[in-house]
C-alpha cells in the first residue's frame, strides 16, 4: 500500500474513494510517514 500511495495510485484499490484515501494519507503521516512535498497524495488539487 505504501508503494501505491506514493505512485499516487491508492484509487486503484476497488472501494476506496477520496475520504477513505484522505483518511490512510492522514493516518500514514500521523505515524510518522513522511509526506511528499509536490501537493496532495492523492492527486486531488
Known amino acids: ?19 477513505r484515501i484522505g483518511e490512510i494519507e492522514v493516518a500514514l503521516v500521523f505515524v510518522g510517514l513522511p509526506r511528499d512535498h509536490g501537493g496532495p497524495l492523492n492527486g486531488n488539487q
Open 1 to 19: 500500500m505504501i508503494t501505491l500511495l506514493r505512485t499516487r495510485q491508492l484509487d486503484q484499490i476497488w472501494g476506496l474513494g477520496p475520504r
